[in-house]
C-alpha cells in the first residue's frame, strides 16, 4: 500500500485490530499520524453542568476524532518522562473538564512540588494536600469515606457509582505518587496506612472514588504489584521500551504498534491510552491532549470553584 502512494505512509498510519466476529479477518483504520505532531489548543469545556457519568472530551485522535472518555468505574495509570506532558494536557485536560460537571469532586496530592503545578487549579479543588501530614490525614479520611459509601450505594442496591445517586464522584489526583509510597511505608506512617491505600484501589472504583497515579519513571520499583494490576493506562512519550512496557496496557504492548519510546519530549501531550471505555481501535492509536496556557487554567479553575459542588 504505502509503495502505491506518493511519498507512502508515515510510520504508524495503518492500525490493525482483530476483526470480533471473525478469525480470519482483521479491521484496519487508514489515518495521517502528523495531524498530532503539532499542539492543539484547548477547546474549552465539551458539556458544562451535566454529569460526570457522562464522556468527557479533551483529546484528538490520531484520525482526527475527538473520542469521549468516561472516566467513571477504573483508576488510571498515568506514566511518562519529565516534559513529556503529563500535567499540561492529563492533569489540566482532564481534571479542567471534571471540575465542569455538577456531580464531581476532586482532591489534588503532591507532596514533592507542592503548588507548582497543581496549585493553579486550587480553586476547583476540594482539597490541596502538599505535606505529609496533610496527605496522611487525608489518605484516612479517603478509606473512612469509601467504607461509608460502600455502605451508602448498597442500602440503595447499587453495585457501582450511578448519576443521581445522592453522592458527589470523587477524583483523588497523586502527582509524583512514588513518594507518596515511600511516606506510607515511612516510619511517620501508621501501620495500616499502606494497606488501606491499596485496599481503596482495589474497592474505591465501585464507591464512586476513581484513583489517578502519575508518575515520571514507568518501572516496576515505583509502585507495589498490586496496584498496578488495578489501573488504566494512559503512556506519554517514554525514554526506552522498558519504560513503554511498563506505561502500555499489555494489548498495546503485544500489538506492536503503540511506541511511545519513539516520541521522548518531542510531543509533549501525546500519549496512547487503553482503558474499560475506550473503544480497541482507539487504544492502538496515538492521542494528543489539548494544550493549556496557565493563565487559560487560572481562570478556568476559577470559573468552576469547588464551593459550587459541595462534597
Known sequence: MSSK???????????????????????????????????????????????????????????GTRPGYKITNHHLLGAGMTGAGKTYTLAYGEIGETVTRHDSAVLGFDITKGRQFLGVLEPCLHAMVITPEHCLDMLARLHRARLARTD???????????????????????????????????????????DNLLSDIKAARSAGIRIVLSLQRPTWDQMPTIAKEQLANMCFGVKTSAAAKFGLSEMQDDSDQCHPELWTTRYPGKFFIDAPTIPETYALMAHRGDSWTTAQVAEHAAQYPASARPL
Do not use: M
Request: with cysteine; net charge negative.
Open 152 to 194: 451508602w450505594l448498597g442500602r440503595l442496591q447499587l453495585g457501582n457509582w450511578e448519576e443521581g445517586c445522592g453522592l458527589q464522584h470523587l477524583t483523588a489526583w497523586f502527582e509524583e505518587c512514588p513518594d507518596i509510597w515511600t511516606l506510607l511505608d515511612s516510619d511517620d506512617a501508621p501501620d495500616d496506612a499502606l
Open 5 to 63: 502512494l506518493p511519498g507512502g505512509l508515515p510510520p504508524g498510519a495503518l492500525q490493525l485490530t482483530a476483526n470480533p466476529d471473525d478469525a480470519r479477518d482483521v479491521d484496519w483504520v487508514l489515518s495521517d499520524p502528523r495531524i498530532l505532531n503539532n499542539p492543539i489548543p484547548w477547546k474549552g469545556p465539551s458539556a458544562p453542568g451535566r454529569s460526570i457519568a457522562e464522556p468527557i472530551h479533551f483529546f484528538t485522535a490520531q484520525d
